[in-house]
């Protein structure tokens, strides 16, 4: 495949798949999947386990969920719900995996990415809906909030460089280290390599955010290494990246010419071109203005508003409702 | 050139320049150009004057000014200020050419497209930055203005279907029956074929919007035909067609092939298809899932700030403070 | 009383309970009043039945009902869908009341107020919200709503004249002549009497908007008057009007004069004083910069927020998922 | 008068004008006032010079310039830039002032307040139209901007304390820490007594921004003391506390009663008491519901929108676009 080389995703399980497709194992990396029918959702975990692993993924050690849930951004508020449950479900896995189980934790929600670019606005909507708490508890103590047990949650949406002139982790790092919490949230938009993916798809990592990761590309990861703490990545794929295009136009017209008469002999040369030869040549056909590109579907705000919605509750279900059940 | 047949675009001037590549007489069409090399401003007028014309084009009759000056979106408030002039002086022209030239007139502008997109809130956003006079002229007359004439700006953003549940036209049709206006000014983000037209580029055309137009795909259009009053359109290319890139991919593939020493031949067959074999093609090869989707550049945002204050600008030089001077 | 002349409310349960604390029967307006202990949700129904009703309130012959809920500011989703289940049902019996009961119906919903000023940004925001379905019903039909019956759900934020140059009114009726809607709906921020009305009370009525209405004074009614087809009215007070505090002030200080030693004469004076001349008095203290300017929480973008859910949820239930059930 | 003891201002110049008026010399407060007739521009400087002259006005030791032009909230982009130029010098004169003058600083702008509440929103709003270029000259260095001297200007919206859980000052020190800049910028909304002084007056300080000032009521302050370096602090009146309205009622309540036959007596009576006196009247006569209330005026949109821009043009003017002249 072509696309094995070329077509960036920030979706360990876009990364798996095309393994899988060539039918190729991928040393030190496990991948489990689990389908509820009733909610119609998929959950998928991908374990990067070694370092050989992360290598050949592009991606840290760590564990990567991605929740597959059919028309996330159509509204239906108890269907949010429900998937708004079970996110906070697997948020909670994610941290007590990283041994992370104290109680009243101190969590930062980080929301990432350009508020004034729809496709990238979905960390800042995230922050604008949750109900922050380490303001209050600070001030009047956990039973101010009637529960035995209060985690505090804090949040922030730090910018984009071309608005603030600083970096992401400078900021967040800077925060950090005023306000001490426990453990970071970074919610952030992600490019995929299939649109399919797009309106349907949250993956949940426990290796923070990536460098180069997200619709406008952070140049530096949010991560343990750069920030001190754990950082759980939350991210959803609201783009695809251009290149995507180039890739799927180029197989499709190999597919095309092997069907064609006078063409099949073209098309069959190019069928046997090594992954390596693709790679070049596809590097070649893309459009150096393609840099800095990207493509969305038109009813972008309703993907971002309604799946922002579905993250906030998930993340209030988990830091501030909790003791109230 | 393959793009002939399966690219979309908004822009008059695309649509002539392809014909211009194959060396083509478009009969019935007329195209003029002016450089400005001191203020860096090329304004290219291209005229239909025939239903010929109009046919091959693919627009109507009439005529589009298209204004190009590089680095529209670079913040520069003395350039932008030069280019507001420019504009308003062309589409005075595009007034004054059908012989609409009352004085005291009252003009309506409508802000198309979605302000929660950020490539297609361009309308929108001028409308904001308007200073509309038609409810003080109404009210205390028009020596209230401190002038002997006094235009009436009246201004609606009136919104996207998936947000109304109407047709814009019907909305626009309904406010122009009760509040008369002369003329309407619709402005609209709209598709370029070729992204090196993004951040440069401003048409203005006599013949309003057409259907089908703009990021979000307009489905009926704005014209003198379905609202009873000339409708001016400034459009501004915010995004490219999905389909381009495939284009451009395709291009670059044949290219590529023939300069390939074993594919060489296979090149050569495809370079002598007949355009209506290449369109079969590329329609081919054009992923199902593109349709709804574009491409734009991740600084969108500064992109369509900068321009719609710049046409909010000429727009208020041309009717509210054209007498002040 | 001095406010019983001098303050300005849009609510006519404030109007109401003046004449109460009078102990003056208003001849031509009836008043009933409900309890629901369990949702904590208070219902007032006040019918002006007579015009002489009518003048002595100050609001058309109609029905106003008041729906008061404590904290329906603070973020807690359960409660407001119980509010929003509560306030579908009066709009219903408002509906019905007005024999306004047919099948299939088209609803006109206006988000009234300026987007721009968060506490006039409450119509706006209910729009946004809102799951419109009109182009859906007469594209495909109401069986593609997977539905026996479907009301078509259409709606407009009309901006305000300082930003269009036009009368509301005019754009409404323009909109209502070209798509023929039965039902207006019209969503409005009001100015309340008592602080303590803010971030508790929605207020229905089945006589539209009327002139002087609202945080930004709407200049013209909303009416079937006006429009030609029957209004419901929806509104929320987010701001108080500056003359209350002088009012308030006013009364607490003839409180203060007439326990104090020396003055007590003076406060016995003013307290013996005819409506009519406290409110020569209190015009006279109103100083004239607070005309046109308003009172409002700090927290009113939470308010505003929390309550344009409710309401547009209140009419996704009673429009869009009706059928569904 | 009463509003000596009992109304809040955030601007110095308004602390002075109340003891002008009773005659009062405040030791160690010098006062100096400039007109420029042609510009329309007023410039008064108010030196805090002693602690003593500090506690008498509630404000610490240091200087604030205060401009007042008319129709600052007018849309008239030349006059606008008139007011840039003549703020930008003044900012460079308490940069000055303070001894810091080095080359090739870098500065950060925080925009303090509310970004969704709109007299709130004067800080982000200020940010919004910046030009940061710290990131620039620290990835290509000075010569990129084309200059042979570059400051480097980042900037951030911390969000107000309800939206993050944190204070300001906590997420300020952090990234002063981690970003090392040599200068604080802090823009806030402010409240005036006088709501003559909206639309029309902006404040510099050298002395940061104070605790409890603005319309939020920041807790803590941004200064020298809590950050380290040094802070100006520029602030914009939005709003008038709602206090100033029951103490301009009592005063003209006063006046009234002394012109009044049968209460002139009274009248006298409470204009004999001493300001203490009064004060315990006040405090007594504003009502409980007022505190968390603002009083603003109805076109709040457009006078935060106008001056958000002449500062941030003042601002890019001054650390931006210095060496380009």
């Known amino acids: 495949m072509l696309d094995k080389y070329s077509i960036r995703t920030d979706l360990a399980l876009e990364e798996k798949e095309r393994f899988e497709s060539d039918n190729v194992e991928v040393q030190g990396v496990i991948l489990e999947e689990h389908y509820d029918e009733e909610k119609e959702i998929r959950v998928t975990r991908v374990r990067i386990e070694t370092e050989k692993g992360a290598k050949v993924m592009g991606k840290p050690v760590g564990t990567y969920l991605t929740l597959e849930a059919p028309n996330l951004s159509v509204p239906d508020e108890d269907y949010h719900r429900e998937v708004s449950e079970e996110l906070a479900k697997y948020i909670q896995e994610l941290i007590e995996t990283n041994k992370f189980n104290k109680k009243d934790v101190s969590i930062l929600v980080v929301g990432l ?30 039973y101010a909030m009637g529960m035995e047990h209060a985690d505090m ?17 400078e900021i967040v790092r800077g925060v950090v280290q005023e306000t001490k919490p426990d453990l970071i949230i970074a919610v952030d938009a992600l490019a995929a390599r299939n649109s399919k993916r797009l ?63 006078t063409l099949k002999k073209a098309g069959e040369v190019l069928r046997s071109y090594t992954a390596g030869e693709k790679y070049e040549l596809v590097k070649e056909l893309i459009a150096p203005h393609l840099n800095g590109m990207f493509v969305t579907p038109k009813d972008v705000d309703e993907m971002v508003n309604q799946i922002s919605y579905t993250i906030s509750e998930a993340l209030n279900i988990l830091f501030v409702k909790r003791e109230e059940a």
């Open 113 to 142: 990415g350009n508020r004034q670019v729809t496709p990238d606005a979905l960390g800042p909507n995230v922050v604008d809906h949750l109900t922050v708490t380490r303001h209050i508890v600070k001030e009047y103590g956990k």
């Open 153 to 169: 949650l804090s949040a922030i949406v730090p910018g984009v460089m071309g608005q603030t002139g600083m970096e992401t982790v």
């Open 199 to 261: 309106n349907r798809t949250i993956q949940i990592a426990d290796t923070g955010i990536h460098p180069g990761t997200g619709v406008g590309n952070n140049r530096s990861g949010l991560n343990k290494e750069s920030l001190g703490i754990p950082v759980i990545g939350i991210g959803v794929p609201t783009v695809v990246d251009a290149a995507t295009i180039v890739n799927d136009t180029m197989e499709n017209f190999i597919t095309a010419l092997e069907s064609s008469k």
